[in-house]
């Protein structure tokens, strides 16, 4: 060693490298994603997190113009105030701006948690200069919605493809293979973890799609490439599968399926649900049934 020069010593930590918990003595927060074919009701579903007062205020993160189904909302006058009261909208049109959100989102938690107002407001009139009002109480989001996870995939391979919106429609672009499709995978699993880990609400949907099993079964699953249709379920608590049949006098009933069948992909980590689902679910029928309302202490 010179002389003079300064040994490096490692820093000593400033607190322990973790903490233990009793078991549920902490807040506990939906993870789901909900799949089905186009006009299902996932995203009416997700959006009637609006009426849970423990879910506001609610980030909307619209990546295929899904907003428009809770905006115009008529049949649940109490939906339809409460969305355009407690839910924002944030449209995304790349892999990179989703990715922004949830680096944003995280900061906005720690400040959300730690009660610093400032902070909040300093970020609300930087990202949302319109209706900013420094004598309003700032925006604490409790639950963020991906509308949808297949569309952010299709974002994903936008990006390692090169594909932007200054690409013309007739032109020549290269085609994903399977280095690009590795890739994805990796790169959405990453962004669902993301998601999955803020200390929030994460509501997803998807598009659903038909594959094939190792025994010729046709299986239902979220409309994800690959592997990620089976491999991002491992993030989430719910994976409800939704559906339209006909119930009494010809009504249609909107259905969510969350325990696994021979030829439909889902899941329940709550044990004391013990019904294959719910007829004509909302987020407060889905919360008061596996029992996870809480009150908010920061509130």
Request: charged share 25%; proline share 5%; hydrophobic share 35%.
């Amino acid at each position: 060693m010179a002389a003079g020069a300064v040994p490096l010593v490692p820093a000593k930590p400033a607190g322990p490298p973790f903490t233990i918990h009793p078991l549920g003595s902490y807040s506990r927060y939906l993870k789901m994603i909900a799949y089905g074919d186009y006009g299902v009701g996932k995203t009416k579903l997700v959006g009637s997190a609006a009426v849970v007062p423990q879910m506001r205020d609610i980030l909307f993160i619209d990546a295929e113009s899904g907003d428009l189904t809770i905006a115009t909302e008529e049949d649940d006058k109490n939906y339809k105030e409460s969305a355009a009261k407690y839910i924002d909208v944030v449209r995304v049109r790349t892999f990179r701006e989703l990715a922004r959100v949830a680096e944003y989102l995280k900061v906005h938690c720690q400040f959300r948690d730690a009660d610093d107002e400032e902070n909040l407001k300093r970020l609300e009139a930087k990202l949302m200069p319109q209706t900013f009002d420094p004598k309003k109480p700032a925006r604490r989001y409790r639950t963020v919605i991906l509308d949808s996870l297949s569309e952010a995939e299709t974002y994903s391979l936008y990006q390692l493809l090169g594909i932007t919106d200054k690409t013309r429609i007739d032109e020549d672009t290269a085609t994903a293979e399977f280095k690009e499709y590795k890739l994805n995978h990796g790169q959405v699993l990453r962004m669902i973890r993301s998601f999955r880990d803020l200390p929030m609400h994460v509501l997803m949907t998807s598009a659903s799609s038909f594959i094939q099993d190792d025994s010729k079964k046709m299986i239902m699953q979220p409309a994800l490439t690959g592997k990620l249709a089976k491999n991002c379920q491992g993030f989430m608590d719910i994976i409800g599968y939704m559906y339209v049949t006909t119930g009494e006098e010809g009504k249609k009933v909107h259905v969510m399926q969350v325990q696994p069948s021979a030829r439909v992909n889902a899941k329940c980590r709550f044990s004391n649900l013990k019904e294959m689902g719910w007829s004509n679910p909302t987020l407060l029928s889905i919360l008061k049934s596996v029992d996870i309302l809480y009150k908010d202490k920061h509130r």
